[in-house]
């Protein structure tokens, strides 16, 4: 039986450079560029979470500044004694630059090709620069698409139904990147074996090669490592559901001193169950690990509670986990949702970021709305809700229960969390309006189509800031806007995924409008940004070589400075390997892919 390696090196794939990298429909809509799906019949663990671990897809029933003063007007120097004469030639203002739509070659400003454009401004006495193909890339980024699409990363050997993209996660600084693919296995000779992997990949400047591929020590059929993963700093978490007759298990890798990922710790619920699936949901911030157990038992309704009787059967709950000054991971709180009741899936997910955590309970059944209303009653079926806790020294308290201001039947709010600082966006994939765009109507009750909340703290209160629906929201298909959400260290970029999204645009921009059958399912994002308060739809997105039942956007995540992308699509088909490879190959059906770009303005 042929294994892979639990940790691989560095050099295991050799990326492709930036220039080799293809560049498919970047903001066109051209035919000649899309590509049939040749996916494998769907067995029913496709999705990562809804039929596997409970907590995904929830819309196909199962988204040196120049002087502005003036120009140097010649005034003698009246400070010392000029013993030089006095200079009354022409003022020296430095080379003359190239105009716009020329590049600099060899010293001199030489004009663009055909259909290529440049900005004015170039340095003919710098390096050589070069000009643009005339796109929405262009337009919007002020790059070529080859540098908006940065790279299309395929694990180094894909095979059919691996899931490859089900989760993902950025570090901060955008320079490494965490792929769950939770159907994927060491040994390859095992189709659907389940065990799961996660790859490492790590960028030099544009080019990323992948660096590691994780598997855990005690790797074994169904454990579904890789259900979810997480970064901070040199500390990877990966979650697997299905470990112990889906007690569940997460994870902990550590980067040691030659770059290597080692497994450092395996964690656990301190009440481990069968079939709480510890680790469906996880997210790390420097020595704090949260994880979410959103099929866990205990009816108890206070922190670090009872957590011993099996009274409320998949009432949920989330550990938190701190590293001590030994670098030794061990629990410290149990938290459980103060109304916790039958089937509310809280922990459903889970956010952290410095002493602020989230945790979304996307089937509590109250019936309230907006903030700390009443969550004792039970009168609207899985409507959903997220409560906020906040930590002082080593103890962790209640600081708010937010609930949707359109709280609605089956609208599963709480689905997936982003909280940076003061901000904290929250996903409801189930919910109706039929409007679109930023601040929509959300009374107009409609098909399940999706909405994005965001809410802002300002001292120790909550309050809703901005409700936002997909910008091409029709009620005549469920786009599942809010399958993935992450916001940018500032809070200011918001990234939302639309995994059944089906228009048959392709790249940047593309027409959002043209609803194809043979594009069903294929996915977009989108990235919403605020400026003194206001958000705005910024960007419109699609995989590069989109086809139907792709579902680009199940997962996606964003740098800090918001200045990169990563959109997972697990069931993606490409049969080619590693990096940049060929877009057009689909012989390996619902492997999946990640896509990585550029986006800052």
Same mark, same amino acid.
């Given at each position: ?370 903030? /700390? ?130 228009? /048959? ?79 057009? /190959? ?16």
């Amino acid at each position: 039986m042929k294994f892979r390696s639990a940790i691989r090196p560095i050099t295991l794939v050799a990326a492709l450079t930036l220039a080799a990298a293809p560049v498919v429909g970047c903001g066109g809509d051209d035919d000649d560029k899309k590509q049939t799906n040749n996916t494998l019949a769907d067995t029913g663990g496709s999705d990562a979470g809804a039929e596997d671990t409970g907590s995904n897809d929830t819309g196909a029933e199962d988204t040196g500044s120049e002087d502005a003063a003036a120009d140097d007007a010649g005034t003698e120097d009246t400070g010392a004694v000029d013993t030089g004469g006095e200079d009354t030639g022409p003022e020296d203002t430095g080379p003359a630059l190239c105009a716009e739509n020329e590049r600099v070659e060899a010293g001199a400003c030489v004009a663009c090709d055909s259909g290529t454009v440049n900005a004015a401004g170039d340095d003919p006495t710098g390096p050589d620069t070069e000009c643009f193909t005339d796109d929405d890339c262009y337009a919007v980024l002020g790059v070529d698409c080859e540098a908006y699409q940065e790279a299309y990363i395929k694990a180094d050997s894909p095979y059919a139904q691996d899931f490859f993209g089900n989760a993902v996660d950025l570090s901060a600084d955008g320079k490494t990147l965490v792929v769950g693919a939770f159907w994927d296995e060491p040994a390859t000779e095992i189709p659907n074996f389940r065990s799961g992997m996660a790859y490492v990949f790590e960028r030099d400047g544009t080019t990323w090669t992948q660096q590691a591929a994780l598997v855990a020590d005690n790797y074994d059929e169904g454990h579904k490592f890789g259900t979810s993963v997480a970064i901070s700093g040199a500390t990877i978490v990966v979650g697997a559901t299905g470990v112990a007759s889906s007690t569940g298990a997460a994870y902990v890798f550590d980067r040691d001193a030659q770059g290597d990922w080692i497994q450092t710790t395996m964690l656990q619920a301190s009440n481990a169950g069968t079939e709480d699936e510890f680790g469906n949901a996880v997210d790390i911030d420097g020595d704090t690990i949260v994880v979410g157990a959103f099929k866990e038992d205990s009816k108890t309704r206070t922190i670090d509670g009872d957590g011993t009787n099996d009274e409320a059967p998949d009432s949920g709950a989330a550990y938190v986990f701190e590293r001590d000054a030994q670098g030794a991971w061990a629990q410290s709180t149990y938290l459980k949702a103060a109304n916790a009741g039958h089937e509310d899936w809280y922990g459903a997910s889970v956010a952290i970021d410095g002493d602020t955590i989230a945790v979304g309970v996307r089937q509590d059944d109250s019936d309230s709305t907006g903030v /700390d209303a009443d969550a004792s009653n039970n009168n609207l079926e899985d409507a959903g809700s997220v409560f906020v806790y906040t930590r002082d020294g080593q103890s962790w308290a209640q600081q708010a229960y937010i609930k949707a201001s359109n709280a609605g039947r089956n609208d599963s709010f709480g689905y997936k969390l982003a909280l940076a600082g003061d901000t904290l966006a929250v996903s409801a994939p189930g919910e109706k309006s039929g409007d679109s765009g930023v601040g929509a109507d959300q009374n107009l009750d409609d098909l399940r189509t999706g909405a994005v909340y965001v809410f802002t703290r300002a001292g120790t209160s909550w309050s809703q800031q901005v409700y936002i629906k997909a910008p091409n929201n029709v009620s005549s298909y469920n786009p599942v806007f809010g399958q993935s959400i992450d916001l940018s260290a500032s809070g200011d970029t918001l990234a939302v995924g639309a995994v059944l999204e089906g228009s /048959d645009a392709a790249g940047l921009n593309g027409n959002m409008t043209n609803f194809q059958q043979s594009h069903t399912d294929s996915g977009a994002a989108y990235t919403f940004t605020r400026n003194a308060g206001t958000w705005t739809h910024d960007l419109y997105i699609k995989a590069p070589n989109s086809y139907g039942l792709q579902r680009f956007g199940q997962s996606l995540a964003i740098s800090a400075d918001a200045d990169r992308l990563v959109v997972g699509a697990h069931h993606e088909s490409g049969g080619s390997g590693g990096i940049n490879g060929d877009m057009t /190959d689909t012989s390996a059906g619902k492997a999946g892919a990640v896509y990585m770009q550029r986006i800052a303005r």
